[in-house]
């Protein structure tokens, strides 16, 4: 009898052993299903991130469980706490859970992260990155991939990057290269109006913090505060300091979010619109840790700001994200132990090659000699109208807009000085107005119409040459004739390599040589005004145009014929004096 109730306990043990058994192999695949997961409604963002991910084919314990029974036991017991404090209401509204470098392993082999790839147009090495310390820290996969972004699961944010490389970093050094990670970008990209080919940037050793300005905002520091989110022991925030036991313990052990401690971390300024303050800020952001406010009257001009009766007028340059760094490359010294960063017409060449070096000396030049000429009638109104009385105001304005253009370099921002100039010019007329006085005309040409090739060629109506051996001035063409610049010009895009002009000599002589220019044989002596020194070879040997035009008193059009492209010589002319 006694073996038989044995038996019975036996059989009966059996049963609820195997019911046991079942229950828990059915608790494990059923909590071991994505949906079970998002029967908690506080995983609900998580899951749904988890669908559209490139994990989603993945059960959720196939990451978040290390391999192995012994971690899956451990897991499914922290798994079923999770439950119960969900049921008693004591689970916090932010779960927290960890997924370790064995279960990324299972699929992607280290043999296959070697190696540097682009992604995204950035540089990766996963070698670099967990085979050795990194600043002093362990990584682990989820260091980089983590769910840092809402609706992104497992994802690599640029604040992770970014707050590893460029803290306590200085910008284009150390781990804040820009070529560690960012290959030298061969397309043209259009900013604010300007075209810019970054293959130049290598061709001339360009630095990519001339044009890109570091954030102004956090440095990625991280205030004690953050520590008591988590921690209430005074043991724990005792070591708040000690980055190294931080860092293993956050990093290495727990992954830890970087941004669950850290300020955010921007790799380089957004920008804004132009003439906003964080705009402004960023085009002198090294200048501005010694010169607050020193430098007011040049970032006014560069930014198109600060004068008086005109409209706000940006630089190019301000509007396609150039800083002060960018032009002011050369320094000299400056007090004790500091420098001063000069600017020149190297560096305009070192980006926008020979040509404008040229260009950079006439933008100086014009804008001095049209300010020189502008205090002068200023002066002389001055001297005319006398203190006080009315004008007094305008004159006051006039000498605003003047000093700003001066003291602020005109260069920096050439269509805005010049217009700061004219309105200056009008303030002063309407002061003398105000008094009787006659007004006075420009100091300088006005190009008479509008044309894009007058943003770089500013000033270009006063300027002079030569050209086919003949002297040149652009003030009667552009200024009286009006002619287009591309007349006579083609456009950079089309022009070959070292043409000027379109045309030779007889493309001159289309226009000079006109019927207009018959009526009006004087009209030869602004090309040919040389034309009297020395002798030039003729028929009858060596001819002086000075014998004949100031003893004989010749003029052009008796001895050539001017009707013809080019002028042809009338050799019966010749006959009246000479016999042969």
């Given at each position: 009898m006694r073996s038989v109730r044995w038996g019975h306990a036996l059989w009966?043990?059996?049963?609820?052993?195997?019911?046991?058994?079942?229950?828990?192999?059915?608790?494990?695949?059923?909590?071991?299903?994505?949906?079970?997961?998002?029967?908690?409604?506080?995983?609900?963002?998580?899951?749904?991130?988890?669908?559209?991910?490139?994990?989603s084919k993945f059960a959720c314990v196939e990451c978040h469980i290390?391999?192995?029974?012994?971690?899956?036991?451990?897991?499914?017991?922290?798994?079923?706490?999770?439950?119960?404090?969900?049921?008693?209401?004591?689970?916090?509204?932010k779960p927290w859970a960890q997924v370790p470098d064995a279960s990324c392993f299972r699929c992607h082999q280290t043999k296959d992260l070697k190696g540097t790839k682009v992604y995204n147009g950035v540089r990766f090495d996963h070698g670099a990155h967990l085979a050795m310390e990194r600043n002093g820290m362990v990584l682990r996969c989820t260091s980089c991939h983590a769910q840092t972004e809402q609706g992104k699961h497992m994802t690599v944010t640029a604040s992770a990057c970014v707050l590893c490389h460029f803290k306590?970093?200085?910008?284009?050094?150390?781990?804040?290269?820009?070529?560690?990670?960012?290959?030298?970008?061969?397309?043209?990209?259009?900013?604010?109006?300007?075209?810019?080919?970054?293959a130049e940037a290598g061709r001339f050793q360009m630095k990519c913090a001339w044009c890109h300005a570091p954030s102004q905002g956090s440095k990625g520091e991280v205030p004690q505060e953050r520590c008591f989110t988590c921690h209430n022991n005074a043991s724990d925030l005792a070591a708040f300091g000690n980055t190294a036991l931080l860092h293993e313990k956050h990093v290495h052990e727990h992954s830890v979010e970087c941004t669950d401690c850290h300020l955010h971390l921007e790799h380089v300024s957004r920008g804004s619109p132009a003439g906003s303050a964080p705009r402004i800020a960023s085009a002198a952001t090294e200048c501005r840790a010694c010169h607050e406010t020193g430098h007011t009257p040049q970032l006014d001009l560069f930014t198109g700001t600060g004068g008086r009766g005109v409209q706000p007028m940006p630089s190019l340059m301000f509007a396609a994200g150039v800083r002060c760094e960018g032009c002011h490359t050369i320094t000299e010294g400056h007090g004790a132990g500091g420098g001063v960063m000069r600017a020149s017409a190297a560096s305009c060449v070192a980006c926008h090659g020979p040509a404008y070096e040229t260009i950079f000396r006439e933008w100086k030049s014009g804008?001095?000699?049209?300010?020189?000429?502008?205090?002068?009638?200023?002066?002389?109104?001055?001297?005319?109208?006398?203190?006080?009385?009315?004008?007094?105001?305008?004159?006051?304005?006039?000498?605003?807009?003047?000093?700003?253009?001066?003291?602020?370099?005109?260069?920096?921002?050439?269509?805005y000085a010049n217009a700061l100039l004219r309105k200056s010019h009008d303030f002063m007329n309407e002061a003398r107005h105000s008094r009787g006085l006659a007004p006075l005309s420009l100091p300088w040409h006005e190009p008479p119409y509008e044309s894009p090739c007058l943003t770089c060629h500013s000033g270009i109506e006063d300027q002079r040459g030569t050209i086919f051996g003949r002297a040149y001035a652009h003030a009667p063409h552009v200024v009286e004739q009006k002619i287009p610049c591309t007349d006579c010009h083609r456009p950079h895009a089309e022009?070959?390599?070292?043409?000027?002009?379109?045309?030779?000599?007889?493309?001159?002589?289309?226009?000079?040589?006109?019927?207009?220019?018959?009526?009006?044989?004087?009209?030869?002596?602004?090309?040919?005004?040389?034309?009297?020194?020395?002798?030039?070879?003729?028929?009858?040997?060596?001819?002086?145009?000075?014998?004949h035009i100031d003893d004989a008193e010749k003029t052009c059009a008796d001895c050539h014929d001017l009707s013809t492209a080019p002028p042809t010589l009338k050799k019966e002319a010749c006959k009246e004096c000479h016999d042969t």
């Open positions: 009966h043990a059996g049963i609820i052993v195997v019911c046991v058994l079942a229950i828990l192999f059915a608790s494990v695949e059923v909590t071991s299903q994505p949906r079970f997961c998002a029967s908690c409604h506080i995983m609900k963002p998580y899951y749904q991130s988890w669908q559209h991910s490139a994990h290390p391999p192995g029974v012994s971690a899956t036991i451990q897991k499914k017991w922290e798994a079923l706490s999770m439950v119960a404090s969900y049921f008693t209401g004591t689970y916090g509204t306590n970093q200085v910008t284009g050094e150390g781990t804040a290269r820009c070529t560690l990670c960012h290959l030298t970008p061969t397309k043209k990209v259009k900013v604010a109006g300007v075209v810019f080919d970054h804008t001095e000699q049209r300010s020189a000429a502008l205090a002068r009638q200023l002066d002389e109104t001055a001297s005319a109208l006398g203190s006080g009385g009315a004008g007094a105001t305008l004159l006051t304005d006039a000498r605003y807009n003047l000093g700003l253009v001066r003291r602020g370099h005109g260069i920096h921002n050439v269509p022009k070959p390599k070292g043409e000027i002009v379109r045309f030779d000599a007889a493309g001159c002589e289309s226009c000079h040589h006109k019927s207009a220019v018959i009526a009006k044989p004087e009209s030869c002596t602004p090309c040919h005004g040389g034309i009297k020194t020395g002798t030039v070879a003729s028929y009858r040997g060596a001819f002086s145009h000075a014998l």
